[in-house]
């Protein structure tokens, strides 16, 4: 019954109404095109503070309390199971590789956690999660400074 | 020039050689371990899927999906397999070094 709620509070993301969370997103991206206005650094920072925003109301409203990864995290998680925050933030990758990502990586963490214990395998896969989305940040990058070059180009054009 | 389609990076040379490697068990693990090893560097695993991509988008592996297993919460595995076309990249990509490190030699530099 115990490892059943450990099991049902790792899935809370599950229970997220993303089809409201996602025209949610839309005033944000709104919001950083408007400070875009002002220089591109403003717009980015517009759109990456709505974004953690969006993402904290998320997390603090269908986030249960006992799934919190904090130092009692390895108390409230199974084995070998990978920090529940981590996991949950590779849900966020592009969706053509994300199954196999998380799949390898959980794979991975495995043998990690066996080596080198809770600690050192949490560590890794923090990491790993940030290293993981750092590929899609940078072509986020390009194509917002592409977006940004073409408005600029754009309003010039029309003053 | 060659077709910049067609063209390898260091990377994606090391990616898909590996892969060659491999042979029926290459996937993003064993793919890894396998780069890692041979670079002596640590690899994320998003740059690792972003040059299978690349790779895959040139025609040079193409990709499927393998069993399910409890230790990938029950994720399937991607395995890649090279392409006609990327072993004739990576022929390319050879004799380029070899030309290159013929030019080396002649002037003098090793």
Known sequence: MKNQKIVDNKMWWKRIPWSGVVPGLMPVLGLGLSLSGLGLVPGLLGVVLGLLVVALVVILRYRPRTASPSRTAHRTRLPEQPPELAAYLLRFLPKKDREAIIGDLEEEYTIVYRRFGLRKADRWFYWQVLASFWPSFKRAIVQLGALHWLGEVFRRFIS | ?110
Not at chain 2, 23 to 43: H, K, L, S, W
Not at chain 2, 72 to 86: D, L, M, S, V
């Open chain 2, 1 to 110: 020039m060659g077709d910049e389609k067609q063209f390898l990076n260091g990377f994606e040379e090391y990616v898909l050689l590996a892969v060659l490697k491999l042979g029926n068990n290459a996937y993003g693990v064993t793919i890894r371990q396998a780069v890692e090893d041979a670079t002596e560097r640590a690899t994320s695993i998003g740059a690792l899927y972003a040059a299978l991509d690349r790779l895959e988008q040139k025609g040079f592996i193409r990709s499927c999906l393998g069993e399910a297993t409890p230790e990938r919460g029950g994720r399937a595995k991607k395995y890649f397999t090279i392409e006609g076309a990327g072993s004739q990249a990576l022929d390319a990509a050879a004799r380029a070094r070899q030309r290159l490190g013929g030019l080396q030699a002649a002037g003098g530099v090793v």
